[in-house]
């Protein structure tokens, strides 16, 4: 364990590293400070000096240690837009994409299950056929699209005029099929209530949670046929092994064989690939957060990056790489303690 | 190895093989088979389909804007599909779009496959250091997810090289910026599948006959590792597409003069609240119908050819 324990966290270390050294070759290779602090009459002996008296004319290790010490003490750097201390600005835009990541989990995690388990039970019933189809074209909308998708039907409104009004029935299906639509679809609004420091929450009112709901299905939609279809793959390789069978022939009452016996070896392979999905679940937010105008982690760093905000595309950039690397570590640590026959030290396969 | 006539065995290899057995029986795959084709025949043809050439600004009249397609009030009959903020013809640009788009998912889906069956060769087949290497390079990358490698490059090569010169060389910096992002799925399945073919007799019997690593690797190897190479190549290329167009959406991809069916979609966005939702849920319906019929297609040659793929 404490071998398997050392490896991991040296892995972890390693790949820090990496991630540093390249925002940091990122934010070294990216304009000219001295030009930007000077006029354009100063001239190149006086640059010279002022480029060696701030130790930009330093090795390139050098420059990077001194920017790892600083890194390592919560110092990014001062946002050129923001005129703030990056870590500042970032972690003002946290809460928001952590309440949107939270929603989207929700919804993940009440929905994958039942129908993954469902349709792994009975694969042919017409339901399971039809979650299988649905979830396909889940995949293949891409999430900002789904996003336009949820603004125009529920925010925007539709108005079907298909059918002739003037008939019996037409009127009703026209009526049916249109949408009102007074879902909020920009920003968290204004019903935010304030729990501690940056956190403004959006989960504490009925219109917060109200803006919530769209940009929460949102990223949910990309990410949940993903896992009904990983949930039910592995449901059914469980339900053909032996120890299934056997409690089966023992009697046992089949809900208690799905839910108690299968699902708990189901779940085993969906936490390693949920861990290694939340770094996908990072790349959607900036599109969700987009979309939506969510004032989150996404839309900053997009943000920073037409702004061409170097300070702050580095700093967003070091604490997802801290995010990643945290959770797959922890992914990796869970799955290590709760499935004994991983080998903890042995080479991975 | 092969009959004195190789091209006519292969003709009646594929005549006798369970892939067109089964396609046969599929009336889902001919579908999709069918839809895929038109849509890559008609983005191939588009400057002869096309009425209107979108990229020429003596065609476009501002006048024209926001038209609608044709089964609203107030359509032109001109513009069949209507026409986007600029003016231009949706039906014209939705072509030149899916060429741009196809044209950048399958040259990002080659560069991906070039590097990903390279490395996994390498990785497979010499093994030691050289995996190792490369394997965790592959783990740290998808442990990132190719689309936010795709989003943070994109970024990055954007800022560095001006935003000028990156829409000007925009179909080649996607290709790359995508290619780059995404070799790691290849080379894990290649490998995996070397690592099985590795312990074969016939590697073997190469290697006392004294034929070299490279001959043995691409010659011998690889074509006994094409099959899973073959069925995740259609999920990659619908993957590059969605990956260009979300790069596109967010500006870092094609630009709005040279617009893929991603740029179409967020230029047609900005409209979407007065009213004008074609010009953004037409080009959205058309990238879904695409992307759709290219992971069916990929869905249905998983269950056919049933390969061994790397998992987890």
């Known amino acids: 364990m404490i071998a398997f324990l050392t490896k991991r966290l040296m892995h972890a270390l390693l790949v820090m590293f990496v991630i540093s050294v390249i925002a940091f070759a990122i934010q070294d290779h990216l304009g000219d400070p001295i030009q930007q602090m000077v006029g354009q009459s100063v001239p190149e002996s006086e640059r010279a000096a002022l480029r060696h008296q701030l130790g930009l004319d330093a090795p390139f290790h050098v420059q990077y240690l001194r920017f790892a010490g600083n890194a390592l003490q919560g110092d990014f750097g001062y946002s050129y837009f923001y005129r703030e201390p990056a870590l500042e600005v970032i972690a003002r835009h946290l809460p928001a994409t952590l309440e949107l990541v939270f929603g989207a989990t929700l919804l993940i995690v009440l929905l994958s299950v039942p129908i993954g388990v469902y349709s792994a039970i009975r694969p042919r019933s017409l339901l399971s056929r039809f979650f299988m189809g649905v979830s396909i074209v889940g995949i293949s909308i891409p999430v900002f699209l789904t996003a336009i998708i949820l603004i125009q039907i529920f925010s925007i409104g539709v108005t079907v005029t298909l059918f002739p009004e003037s008939s019996a029935w037409g009127g009703w299906l026209n009526a049916a099929l249109s949408t009102r639509g007074s879902m909020p679809s920009f920003g968290r609004g204004q019903d935010l209530v304030h729990v501690v420091g940056h956190w403004d929450t959006n989960l504490a009112s009925l219109g917060g949670l109200k803006h919530l709901v769209l940009p929460s299905i949102a990223l949910a939609s990309i990410m949940l046929p993903l896992f009904i279809r990983l949930i039910r793959a592995e449901m059914m390789e469980v339900l053909q092994s032996e120890y299934v069978k056997f409690a089966r022939a023992k009697g046992i009452a089949p809900r208690r064989i799905h839910f108690l016996h299968a699902l708990k070896n189901t779940m085993l392979p969906v936490i390693t690939v949920g861990g290694v999905q939340i770094g996908t679940m990072v790349a959607y937010t900036i599109l969700t957060e987009t979309v939506f105008q969510w004032p989150g982690l996404g839309l900053m760093f997009l943000d920073a990056i037409h702004r061409a905000d170097i300070p702050l595309i580095v700093a967003y950039l070091m604490i997802v790489g801290v995010i990643f690397v945290i959770t797959n570590t922890l992914v990796d640590l869970i799955y290590g303690l709760v499935n004994p026959t991983v080998k903890l030290t042995g080479k991975p396969a | ?312």
């Open chain 2, 1 to 312: 190895m092969t009959t004195s006539t190789p091209a006519a065995s292969r003709w009646q290899r594929l005549r006798d093989s369970y892939l067109l057995y089964s396609f046969k029986r599929d009336w889902g795959a001919q579908l999709c088979l069918a839809i895929l084709l038109a849509l890559v025949t008609m983005a191939l043809l588009a400057p002869w389909l096309a009425p209107t050439d979108p990229y020429d600004l003596a065609q476009i009249d501002i006048l024209n804007s926001e038209l609608p397609p044709f089964w609203i009030d107030g359509a032109d009959t001109r513009y069949a599909l209507g026409t986007d903020a600029q003016g231009r013809d949706l039906w014209s640009i939705i072509l030149y779009g899916t060429r741009v788009s196809l044209l950048i998912g399958f040259g990002a889906v080659l560069l991906q496959a070039l590097l990903g069956v390279v490395f996994g060769l390498l990785a497979g087949y010499l093994g030691g250091r050289i995996d190792a290497f490369l394997m965790r390079l592959a783990d740290i990358q998808l442990s990132f997810s190719t689309l936010m490698v795709a989003i943070v490059v994109g970024a990055v090569v954007k800022a560095t090289l001006g935003g000028g010169f990156y829409s000007n060389h925009a179909v080649l910096m996607l290709i790359l910026i995508i290619g780059l992002a995404e070799w790691p799925q290849y080379a894990r399945t290649v490998r995996a599948s070397v690592l099985g073919e590795k312990r074969k007799e016939y590697v073997d019997a190469a290697k006392v006959m004294g034929l070299g690593s490279r001959r043995i690797m691409f010659r011998h190897v690889l074509p006994n590792t094409l099959t899973p190479i073959f069925v995740i190549s259609t999920v990659q290329v619908a993957n590059a597409i969605i990956s260009e167009a979300a790069l596109s959406f967010l500006g870092l991809g094609m630009p709005e003069t040279h617009p893929s069916l991603g740029s179409l979609i967020k230029a047609g966005f900005d409209y979407l609240q007065s009213g004008s939702w074609w010009i953004t849920l037409v080009p959205g319906a058309v990238l879904v119908v695409l992307v759709l019929s290219i992971n069916l297609l990929g869905d249905w040659l998983r269950d056919v050819m049933n390969p061994r793929l790397y998992k987890g």
